[in-house]
């Protein structure tokens, strides 16, 4: 049976199981979430008390989303994701058990929550880092698609069922269920055997691991693009987000019921979207989907709060939906494509903290506006922003020339040293000498451009390119290692996009003779007592 092109991935059984996992993983946040507000409000009369929820919820992606993403880099992604859904199982465990003791009090829910909020802001890199290992390159925007309506689906389902259980029987029910997907989750993601990266080298260190993630972040120019994009468009988008109640609250013969539907009409358009999409990249590139889903998605949030009519809000909310998920996935893709394997969960827990960020700061900056004017002010000042932040990047693309190849490529055997050299002695500099044709040097400063970005992404701390005084067109090149095993680190990381770079570099070298390498250790000077000046 074939499937349609939008479901292919999930004809493979790994990425079919760790879509189930990752589908009951996120029914527990936002279940987690609505019982938690619920439970709050039974425990507390302070609206401060209450609004601290979804910030417990929220903060561990600010704080742990970096260095979330550089532990599933250095360890083993599938213990580590299988440990974050064992983590969420024993806090929903502890939630329940409370619950029935009587015993829970509103600190000890904010904490219990915010301990939850750790084990979901550990698992979005880990299994943003997953995807592009279990499914061809190929299939990866349809896969990312399909974790896209994995979270819709799931912010439809989840709150239904969690309002039903607490209405039926109690919050902690719904936190019993909770403990019970979590472990559904873990199990799933215990039966796939990953495949183990093997290196001789010792693990990354923890700090140095966040550094490198930080550095290849602000040396790739593509990957700022796309931060900035998300950053923006979800600033634009919580305007609306956030301020959806009331507007549901606005419109004519509108009520809480009313605000259900359009929530489950953004989530079934961003589903109806998703189907579409492998169609419409046959015909639209990623920046065509950004533009389209920025203005789309202006434009119905002035319509659907200047009409204030039930009958056009709950089809305009469907399209905004589509609109919506067009760009987040879009710029979800060219992250992943802007990644090497050896940095992806660190990447992609940047982009998610630059996500978080946006919709923090515009559900504070909207409802600020609103507050001041009123709700339609704010969502047309929301959409307004969204379209003149696009004219003003709008020659910032997201798909800029051919995609870069990361795939790992063949290297040259390890150094050798005719000195002990330890581990973590350094610095480590290297450098490399070429004799050029001086006519070229043009054509030759701009290879060394793009020379200086990938030696910072691949971790070298600095960078420098200088030319002979006596020699036209003779240059040396520098970089600076932190130490020797981050030295032999960083040549593992070779890939096909440095093998091709080097390959332009070796094409200006004149004469028979390759450049001249050379590494150097830093040497440690003893300070001798009474030594003359």
């Avoid at 953004?266 to 999409?277: K, Q, R």
């Avoid at 609103?370 to 997201?398: D, E, M, N, P, Y």
Wanted: proline share 6%.
């Amino acid at each position: 049976m074939r499937l349609p092109a939008a479901l292919e991935p999930l004809r493979g059984p790994v990425f079919r199981g760790l879509w189930l996992a990752y589908l009951a993983a996120n029914m527990t946040m936002w279940m987690n979430d609505v019982a938690a507000a619920w439970l709050m409000t039974t425990l507390t009369t302070s609206p401060v008390m209450v609004a601290l929820v979804s910030a417990a919820s929220t903060l561990p992606v600010f704080l742990l989303g970096l260095p979330s993403g550089a532990m599933a880099d250095i360890v083993d992604r599938r213990r580590y994701f299988a440990a974050t859904q064992l983590w969420v199982s024993v806090v929903a465990l502890v939630l329940a058990a409370v619950s029935l003791s009587g015993t829970l009090t509103a600190p000890v829910l904010l904490a219990l929550t915010f301990a939850n909020g750790v084990g979901l802001a550990m698992r979005w890199p880990v299994f943003s880092a997953i995807v592009p290992q279990i499914v061809p390159r190929a299939q990866l925007p349809s896969a990312l698609a399909l974790n896209g309506v994995s979270m819709n689906l799931s912010r439809v389902v989840g709150p239904m069922l969690a309002g039903g259980l607490i209405a039926a029987v109690s919050p902690a029910a719904v936190f019993a269920l909770n403990a019970l997907l979590a472990v559904v989750s873990f199990l799933l993601i215990l039966r796939w055997r990953s495949e183990p990266r093997t290196s001789a080298l010792p693990g990354e260190r923890f700090v140095g691991a966040m550094r490198v993630g930080l550095n290849f972040a602000l040396q790739s120019q593509r990957l700022k693009v796309v931060l900035l994009r998300i950053f923006l468009f979800f600033l634009q988008s919580a305007g609306l987000s956030a301020l959806l109640p009331l507007v549901a609250r606005q419109l004519h013969g509108g009520g809480p019921a009313t605000f259900t539907v359009m929530l489950s009409c953004l989530g079934v358009g961003a589903i109806v979207a998703a189907m579409y999409f492998p169609r419409w990249r046959a015909r639209f590139d990623r920046d065509d989907f950004v533009r389209a889903g920025v203005i789309g998605h202006a434009v119905l949030s002035c319509l659907i709060v200047r009409v204030q009519e039930v009958w056009f809000a709950v089809p305009a909310m469907v399209v905004l939906g589509m609109a919506w998920i067009s760009v987040a996935n879009s710029l979800a893709v060219a992250a992943q494509t802007a990644l090497p394997d050896w940095v992806r969960a660190r990447g992609m827990s940047i982009y998610q903290v630059c996500l978080m960020g946006g919709v923090a700061a515009g559900s504070l900056l909207w409802g600020q506006v609103a507050s001041f004017t009123s709700v339609q002010t704010a969502i047309f000042a929301a959409a307004g922003f969204g379209v003149l932040s696009w004219l003003l990047t709008r020659r910032l693309s997201v798909q800029d020339g051919a995609e870069l190849d990361f795939s790992p490529a063949p290297r040259a055997a390890m150094p050798e040293s005719a000195i002990a050299v330890e581990p973590e002695e350094g610095p480590v500099m290297v450098t490399i000498e070429y004799q050029i044709d001086p006519a070229r040097a043009a054509d030759f400063a701009a290879v060394m451009q793009r020379t200086r970005r990938a030696r910072l992404r691949q971790g070298a701390l600095s960078w420098g390119l200088f030319r002979d005084t006596a020699v036209p067109g003779r240059y040396v090149e520098y970089f600076v290692d932190e130490n020797w095993v981050e030295h032999l680190r960083r040549l593992e990381r070779f890939t096909a996009f440095d093998a091709e770079l080097r390959t332009q570099r070796l094409a200006f070298q004149t004469g028979a003779e390759p450049p001249v390498l050379r590494r150097y250790v830093a040497d440690a000077l003893v300070e001798q007592p009474h030594a003359p000046l």
